[in-house]
């Protein structure tokens, strides 16, 4: 199992931050799609989307046709847990299939999230074969505004 | 069926894939199942992100192209931090053969799954020929 470090050092960082500024760029010009930057790395399922705004932390994966009872999600105040198993449709001796592209398996992930959570404040939807989970950054991650006073 | 684990294949993309598309970009391949029984002929094709009003099936002589419309996945607010996957209007087309019933094809969008049903005419099918 791959547990994805959160950095932004490494040779990779000023790619990451070229590529996220990029995609922010093409989300403008919606419909025209996006590709992602990471290489999934090998044996890690399901690939990940991960998006922020000011309260929440976001995690998108695509897993059509799965069961929600068979999906368990985790959370702790820096690291997702996604578990669960897809099942597809037992052949049989009356089957008889041409192609044979989409996979069945149990997976499991555990990520580390970017920011400091709430794990109590989270909350995960599954539509049209999307999950999405929503976490809450937790209060001191969160920026403050320091006021300025005059003298 | 022995449970095996899961890895990730990313998503094919092709550029512009029918001359009549006036899109821009490019699109994702849909991954698709075609089996088929004694009765029809079945196509399941994944197309995660997509809402049962944004597919599209299109059939014009033999040809059928499933669409699929991706609408709204972030909110203006967001911003990516990580991607590993591409997000992207999908779409795939496949030549039907002539045992296929054009007029009774069905089909079921669900949990970003659609599922086709192609039933065979009736000469095309099948008999199971007794051997006494």
Not at chain 2, 18 to 35: H, S
Not at chain 2, 53 to 80: C, F, H, M, W
Request: proline share 5%; aromatic share 8%; glycine share 6%.
């Amino acid at each position: 199992m791959a547990i994805l470090r959160w950095t932004e050092q490494g040779p990779f960082s000023e790619l990451l931050r070229i590529h996220r500024d990029v995609d922010r760029l093409a989300n403008l010009f919606l419909g025209e799609g996006t590709k992602p930057l990471a290489k999934n790395l090998p044996g890690v399922y399901p690939a990940l989307n991960i998006t922020a705004d000011k309260d929440n932390i976001y995690v998108r994966a695509e897993l059509p046709g799965i069961q929600i009872n068979e999906l368990e999600i985790n959370a702790t105040f820096d690291t997702l847990t996604i578990n669960g198993q897809r099942r597809m449709e037992p052949s049989s001796e009356e089957i008889s299939y041409h192609r044979r592209e989409r996979k069945g398996g149990y997976f499991r992930r555990v990520i580390n999230l970017p920011e400091e959570v709430n794990p109590e404040k989270a909350e995960a939807k599954y539509e049209q074969g999307v999950l999405k989970i929503t976490i809450a950054k937790s209060e001191k991650a969160k920026p403050k505004q320091v006021a300025v006073k005059g003298i | 069926m022995v449970q095996q684990e899961l890895t990730t294949t990313e998503k094919k993309s092709v550029e512009k894939p029918e001359p009549e598309e006036t899109k821009k970009g490019f699109f994702y391949q849909q991954v698709v199942d075609i089996f088929e029984t004694k009765e029809a002929l079945f196509l399941v094709a994944d197309m995660p992100g997509v809402s049962n009003a944004n597919v599209e099936i299109d059939l014009k002589d033999n040809q059928l192209t499933l669409t699929g419309r991706i609408s709204s996945y972030y909110s203006e607010n967001e911003i990516p931090l990580y991607s590993e996957y591409g997000i992207g209007d999908y779409v795939r087309q496949f030549t039907l053969a002539d045992s296929i019933a054009q007029d009774k094809i069905t089909a079921e969008m669900k949990d970003g799954v659609l599922k086709l049903v192609l039933p065979k005419i009736d000469r095309a099918k099948a008999k199971k020929i007794e051997v006494k």
